[in-house]
């Protein structure tokens, strides 16, 4: 087996083990076992826990960088923010199982250097979205959008439908919200 397709499987059998049983509970022995490799092979790859999740988090949110880097040459348009809005969908939806992982383990993520990471790379994303320009009500739609596609990812897979509706109907929502923001003040 190719080293790449080991470190890929160890990182998705320590998401199953930690989503199945949580981080804190899961040891590096549970996660060979599980792959039916000995703990030295496992440490050839990851000496702890927190260095797969790492390796886990800087994998799956890569998309999500290589769009910050084009949203920020860019110009600061609707339409711009729309496009950003759709790439920004797909990347989180390549980066599901992070997210499964980050909310049914956040007091771990909070602790783990990945936490602060995350935050910022959030509040980046917030400013790529958000116009300072704009009055606050606007500012606030704007926001929204974006966390209306992260509620997106945790709420709407507990709602019966399609999955791809679902998605749909969770970027139309956030689309309208920028769209309406950068139409101005109603009179």
Known sequence: MARGNTRQRIQDVALELFAEHGYEKTSLRE???????????????????????????RDLTQPIDELITWAEEQPRTLETKQEILRRYQAALTGAAPLFR?????????????????????????AGLVEDPDLGMTDRVRCISALFTMHAGMFFMQNVEGDPE???????????????????????
């Open 31 to 57: 996660i060979a076992e599980k792959l039916e490799v000995t703990k030295a092979a496992l440490y050839y790859h990851f000496k702890t826990k927190e260095d797969i999740v790492i390796s886990i988090f």
């Open 165 to 187: 509706e679902k998605r749909e109907a969770v970027l139309e929502v956030a689309i309208d919200l920028v769209t309406q923001a950068h139409r101005g003040p109603r009179k």
């Open 101 to 125: 992982f980050m909310q049914e383990n956040q007091a771990t993520v909070r602790e783990l250097s990945i936490g602060e990471t995350f935050k910022k790379r959030t509040m980046t994303m």
